[in-house]
């Protein structure tokens, strides 16, 4: 008879990551925030912001932005506007 082992299923869960948001105190009492990638490195960093109430009303917004279709490509002539969606 088979038995379940409860310490495999728990390490299969918690290899199971995603991308998020991290949140943290800087050394001159700011807030800041950071955003981790799928493999656990980070991929963006915020400023330093004087409230809690602040970097959290930042970190929303980014939310919403990065659900975004569209994506500028910068060169040294002009922008090039593309969107994701399929014409």
Do not use: P
């Not at 008879?1 to 990551?17: I, S």
């Amino acid at each position: 008879m088979l038995q379940w082992d409860r310490k495999v299923n728990t390490n299969y869960f918690c290899m199971q990551k995603t991308t998020h948001f991290t949140v943290s105190r800087d050394k001159k009492g700011g807030y800041r925030w950071k955003l981790i990638g799928a493999n656990g490195e980070t991929v963006a960093t915020g400023e330093s912001y004087k409230s809690r109430a602040s970097m959290m009303n930042a970190v929303k917004k980014l939310r919403v932005w990065a659900a975004t279709d569209r994506i500028e490509e910068s060169t040294a002539k002009k922008t090039v506007r593309k969107s994701t969606k399929a014409a």
